[in-house]
């Protein structure tokens, strides 16, 4: 980890502008591969795309350093750009570019007798919100079914949606930037989380007066690396030659019971991810052992609920425990950081004085106002645009509250794909009841879900802090690292507003790939079920959320009085979703190695064998990144659907 000094180093902007034209370059890249193919170059809290970038820059400032000293790249340059990067990497692709403009086509474009009647949601839609209310207007239906020959892209039909919901977008990130501002420096300095994916780019450039850092010479590192390589080489390779033997490594249980309570256990994914593998190796003990344990305990749960032959749906009754979960885990963080919070709010507008430093200047000051300033901005822009005002603060109060969850999952549990296993949004609707939240509201508040509200792989908040603990290893100016986050989010967004439209429009919503060929339809499909159907709380709603909440209550209070307690408050609310999912088997096998090298044979041995994690992690990331670009020459399917 990075020292400490008493000033911190201002930014470059030399590093800046090289980190806008990878950030542009980067967007342009992720918007045509997810939109054609279904390929995300962005997604993760460690992005695969951005990882290979980093690699890519290590070696070739390597090679510039051989030639002329002059012109390489400090190692806090290179760190800013992939911070630039990690701000901004989801945005082309399923936080933003992927949703937001196919679907406000899709609400208006699907409004047909038989899936959407116009009078359900469309005529109370204001109309500053989409590019037209006319499904059979041009720039509505030529997405869908063709722009005619000698016509052009119809961007002037974009400017007016696009000029009303930006400034929307650039203070929903800014606020969540600001909120992760705010609490930073207690998590890294005070509490002291591991920020385990961070410790990747913070290896990869350490130089130690030497021309390539030590990691790109450490002999295990590359043989993991290469046999991460090797496995989706020969997967690849089967995609354009089905005489290369396929290798299968998203296996499942398959049908083990025909019948029975044990049905519980058919299908259970065990899947292998060597980069989950090198990540769950550096977890603390307790944090790898509680994710897989946690994702066994629900499986556990369905097999005793089909026992007792309870017919409820399993994924809601652990949705709401997760819920109640979320709630209690929430309460925890911002209850066990009054003091510092108070702190900093008080210092913001003068009537306090400023909570610890840490040896360095914080942003408290920047990240308080900046906060407060983006959520007042948001409720009125909600107003403008037609939401309820009492809707809109329950929104956005509870945004920043979840993300915070989301956060401590992935500053403490690494997740390499995480999100909350419930969309916000529709837990409000269920909670609310759909009758009284109201059509106009549940259709505004569904489309302001389409970035991040919904997020379904990675979300923004714990970017930010990672961001931020990224800038304290290199010692960057963290106002300004705040700044730069937020400038390269805002290029990116204004990049996908030329770069999807332009997708979009020239090949056509039926030849996208398979997923956004079809999301619009479902969201479609998802608004007017919610609107239809009404919603409510029943009973056991109410029990699963509350056994949730005080599972988690038992958790924060028995790891804060016993040290030797092994179970984490972060497995209990990851059990459940596609992640984990996806993820627990090869969490295990990390924990596993990771038990066996500390218990037979030390501290010591378990350091020397550090690279080999770091070695699987930027294998998957560099290969997979090679067979995106590498489909932009020769079409082939991606290798991993997410």
């Known amino acids: 980890m990075g020292t400490r000094k008493a000033s911190a180093t201002p930014i470059s902007m030399r590093g800046v502008l090289i980190g806008l034209l990878v950030v542009i370059g980067f967007t342009v890249a992720g918007c045509f591969s997810i939109l054609l193919r279904y390929e995300i170059i962005g997604t993760g809290y460690l992005p695969r795309g951005a990882l290979a970038v980093l690699v890519l820059f290590v070696l070739l400032n390597a090679l510039v350093g051989a030639v002329a000293r002059k012109l390489q790249l400090t190692r806090n340059e290179i760190l800013l750009v992939f911070i630039m990067l990690l701000a901004m990497a989801a945005i082309p692709g399923q936080e933003y570019a992927q949703h937001i403009y196919l679907n406000l086509l899709g609400v208006v474009y699907y409004t047909t007798p038989d899936i959407a009647k116009p009078e359900l949601y469309l005529d109370e839609l204001n109309p500053l919100l989409v590019p037209s209310l006319d499904r059979t207007s041009p720039e509505i239906q030529w997405a869908f079914e063709g722009v005619p020959p000698g016509r052009r892209i119809p961007y002037s039909a974009w400017t007016r949606p696009l000029l009303v919901w930006t400034p929307y977008f650039f203070a ?38 030497a021309t390539v850092p030590g990691l790109l010479r450490n002999k295990m590192m590359w043989t993991c690396f290469a046999i991460s390589c090797l496995l989706y080489v020969v997967k690849g390779l089967h995609t354009y030659f089905p005489t290369v033997p396929d290798i299968n490594l998203q296996r499942t249980t398959e049908r083990l019971f025909a019948g029975g309570p044990a049905v519980a256990f058919n299908h259970v994914p065990l899947h292998f991810y060597p980069e989950m593998v090198g990540i769950a190796y550096l977890l603390t003990s307790e944090v790898g052992f509680s994710l897989w344990f946690f994702y066994v305990l629900r499986l556990v749960q369905a097999f005793v609920r089909n026992l007792l032959g309870i017919t409820t749906s399993h994924y809601q009754f652990f949705e709401f425990q997760t819920a109640g979960g979320y709630v209690v ?79 401590r999952v992935i500053c403490e549990a690494g997740m390499y794909i995480y999100s909350t296993p419930f969309r916000l949004n529709e837990i409000i609707f269920r909670v609310g009841g759909t009758e009284r939240i109201g059509a106009r509201n549940i259709t505004l508040m569904t489309a302001m879900s389409w970035v991040q509200v919904r997020s379904t792989a990675t979300q923004f908040m714990p970017q930010a802090f990672q961001g931020l603990k990224l800038g304290s290893m290199a010692n960057l100016n963290r106002v300004q690292v705040m700044w730069v986050m937020g400038l390269a989010i805002a290029v990116a967004i204004l990049t996908c507003h030329v770069v999807a439209p332009y997708v979009i ?130 079409e082939g399917p991606p290798l991993i659907v997410e």
């Open 329 to 407: 885990l929430a309460l925890a963080v911002i209850y066990s950081a009054r003091r510092h919070v108070s702190q900093v709010f008080s210092y913001a507008f003068g009537l306090g004085e400023s909570p610890p430093e840490h040896g360095r200047a914080q942003p408290y000051r920047l990240a308080a106002i900046g906060f407060l300033v983006s959520f007042v901005f948001i409720i009125a822009w909600c107003a403008q645009v037609g939401l309820a005002t009492l809707w809109a603060l329950v929104l956005f109060a509870l945004l920043p509250l979840v993300g915070l969850v989301a956060s």
């Open 172 to 209: 929903l990130y800014w606020m969540l930037i600001c909120a992760a501002g705010v609490m930073s420096a207690r998590w890294e300095d005070d509490e002291k989380l591991l920020f385990p994916l961070m410790q990747v780019p913070n290896e990869m450039t350490q130089l130690s007066g």
């Open 505 to 634: 429009y020239t090949w056509g919503v039926p030849k996208l790939g398979w997923w956004p060929s079809g999301s619009s339809l479902g969201t479609t499909n998802r608004l007017v079920s919610f609107i239809l159907n009404p919603t409510k709380m029943h009973v056991g709603d109410w029990v699963s959320m509350a056994a949730g909440g005080a599972a988690t209550v038992l958790l924060v209070m028995m790891r804060q009085r016993f040290l030797w307690w092994p179970f984490h408050p972060a497995g209990y609310v990851a059990w459940l979703g596609w992640p984990i999912d996806r993820y627990w088997m090869s969490i295990l096998l990390g924990w596993l190695a990771k038990t066996v090298v500390l218990r037979f044979f030390g501290f010591k041995t378990f350091g020397t064998l550090r690279p080999a994690a770091f070695g699987f992690i930027l294998g998957i990331c560099f290969v997979l990144t090679f067979w995106i670009v590498f489909h932009f020459f020769l």
